[in-house]
């Protein structure tokens, strides 16, 4: 089944609607989604070469983008990546990237994934729900925005243990009362 953009993109915002903005999981978001200012961008690469040079014309479109138009910018596959095991293996190209586009230390990237698991933890366990999202997604952030976000949430370091507290605190039961979408097939090793 393939699906549409708009869907894609729909199921996306939900998940930052519901979790990620309304459980306050990442403290920064709120405002460029308010303002608008959140790109959600879908690929259709066939394999890892096309996804790349995907992520390539994204990186480069937010570096030249000012912040007051695209703040930052969400790179969502709906079907390359089912495996999480096989998205996680793909990071280290995701961040040379970064390198190779010249924009270390400007843009930085962070991983969601439906099947994301931290290292040392079990597939079902609340905590990594933190990190996981409708579709694979890579989460391209200007590293000034962290910086600016960061002096106004001083206690920044502190998010990671809220947020795996408060999804503790709701179970699995609570997650599924949300509703967000899960319309990627995951698998696991």
Not at 20 to 37: D, E, Q, S
Not at 55 to 80: F, K
Not at 97 to 121: R, S, W, Y
């Amino acid at each position: 089944m393939t699906l549409s953009d708009q869907t894609v993109i729909e199921h996306t915002r939900i998940w930052l609607e519901k979790a990620v903005i309304g459980l306050n999981l990442c403290p920064f978001a709120k405002a460029p989604y308010a303002k608008n200012r959140v790109r959600i961008a879908v690929s259709h690469a066939k394999h890892l070469d096309g996804f790349l040079e995907d992520l390539d014309r994204e990186l480069q479109l937010l570096a030249e983008t000012p912040p007051e138009e695209t703040e930052t910018s969400l790179l969502v596959h709906p079907g390359l990546f089912a495996d999480f095991h096989q998205f996680n293996d793909m990071l280290d190209f995701a961040d040379q990237a970064v390198i190779d586009n010249g924009l270390e230390g400007i843009i930085q990237i962070a991983p969601f994934h439906p099947g994301f698991m931290f290292e040392g933890t079990e597939e079902h366990d609340i905590g990594n729900y933190t990190n996981r999202s409708p579709y694979p997604t890579l989460h391209l952030i200007r590293e000034d925005s962290i910086a600016k976000a960061a002096e106004a949430f001083p206690d920044a370091e502190a998010i990671f243990g809220r947020n795996i507290a408060l999804l503790e605190e709701m179970g699995h039961e609570g997650w599924e009362k949300l509703e967000i979408p899960q319309a990627c097939p995951v698998k696991h090793k």
